[in-house]
């Protein structure tokens, strides 16, 4: 089993907070990204690091920022939340192409 | 046109029956592709993953790959309730990032 974390599992929240979602590999992966899936569609990628120091924005068009200060440590941030920010966020490390995946966040803002 | 499409389901079989699960893709230049498996709740976890034509086993589980009609599929061998979970299909260029399928739900029914 891979050694991804992802904290909260779910999370209800107001309109306008903020908040972080946090993604933790122990498997000394380089490459981590992001993801936001809702039900019955495919996997949209919305931010990725390849490195220390490196974030990209994803296909998905997205109001969250990254940050990759620590290769094993890579969280997702919401300035303002709103309800169309209701979704499930997953997050993934990779050695090569394959890609192991946390558990998720369910994220619904009210 | 999405790039990785498949049919959503819900698939429903008895146990022990041979499952097809079918996936299309437009972009000619996939050379890399990967099923994945999500149960209820988790995140995707790989499966498969073969590269270019041809077909992969790995116990109950084969992947075939068409690329001259571009079609994906994943064989299930003597199905398991076990095996009740959402199963993605996945492509990759050499260069480019995974492009995920939205999934196909399975249900094995004892």
């Known amino acids: 089993e891979a050694d991804i974390y992802q904290t909260p599992r779910y999370l209800v929240i107001g309109t306008g907070k903020k908040i972080t979602l946090e993604c933790s590999q122990t498997?000394?992966?380089?490459?981590m990204y992001w993801y936001q899936q809702d039900p019955g569609m495919e996997l949209h990628l919305i931010h990725y690091s390849y490195g220390v120091n490196s974030t990209e924005k994803g296909d998905l068009s997205s109001e969250s920022t990254v940050s990759r200060i620590r290769t094993e440590h890579f969280p997702l941030t919401l300035e303002s939340a709103r309800p169309s920010h209701t979704s499930q966020y997953l997050c993934?490390?990779?050695?090569?192409?394959?890609?192991?995946f946390g558990p998720g966040t369910r994220l619904t803002v009210l | 046109q999405k790039e990785v499409e498949q049919d959503p389901g819900p698939l429903s079989v008895p146990e022990g029956a041979i499952v097809s699960l079918n996936c299309t893709y437009s972009n000619s230049a996939f050379q890399y592709f990967m099923w994945y498996r999500q149960y209820s709740r988790k995140g995707p976890e790989l499966l498969m993953y073969?590269?270019?034509?041809g077909n992969k086993e790995d116990g109950r589980f084969t992947a075939q790959v068409d690329k001259s009609s571009k079609y994906i599929s994943l064989f299930i061998r003597d199905s398991q309730p076990s095996d009740s979970a959402t199963y993605l299909c996945?492509?990759?260029?050499?260069?480019?990032?995974?492009?995920f399928g939205p999934g196909t739900s399975l249900s094995v029914i004892p």
């Open positions: 498997m000394g992966h380089d490459k």
């Open positions: 993934a490390s990779a050695a090569g192409d394959t890609q192991y």
């Open positions: 996945a492509a990759k260029t050499s260069y480019d990032k995974v492009i």
């Open positions: 073969t590269y270019s034509s």
